[in-house]
């Protein structure tokens, strides 16, 4: 919330995304993928995450390859399934991803409230 109740910017919100660009391909990582990649860390199965992101399979699939290419190495280790089911994890450059994701989004989070509140403020301030 951007101001008090009753300012014309109470129901206004800043909101931010972090995207890992490659020099020359261009986006590789957005919101999406590092929450797919997330959901397939938590759930064990890309299958799971893609259905708890309201996607395909395909498309689920088809999001990792390309991340895998533009990186240039595997997040995600597979296995296929048999009598006890397949199971999907990450591997330890994806464990460290994610991790350094989540981190950055905790520090980005800390200094975007105190500035967003500042921006905010100068807005509501009456002349």
């Avoid at 919100?13 to 590789?28: A, R, S, V």
């Avoid at 989540?102 to 921006?119: G, S, V």
Wanted: hydrophobic share 35%; glycine share 10%; proline share 1%.
């Amino acid at each position: 919330m951007a101001g008090s109740k009753g300012s014309k910017y109470y129901n206004i919100f800043l909101d931010y995304q972090i995207t890992l660009e490659h020099k020359e391909q261009g986006n590789l990582l957005d919101e999406y993928c590092f929450k797919l990649i997330k959901k397939i860390q938590e759930t064990g199965s890309l299958k799971a995450a893609a259905d708890e992101l309201e996607v395909s399979y395909r498309k689920a699939w088809g999001n990792v390859e390309e991340i895998e290419k533009g990186l240039g190495f595997k997040l995600l280790e597979r296995q296929r399934g048999g009598a006890s089911g397949g199971k999907t994890s990450l591997t330890p450059d994806g464990e460290k991803l994610i991790a350094a994701h989540e981190e950055l989004r905790t520090e980005f989070n800390t200094a975007i409230r105190m500035i967003t509140k500042k921006f905010f403020n100068t807005l509501n301030t009456d002349e």
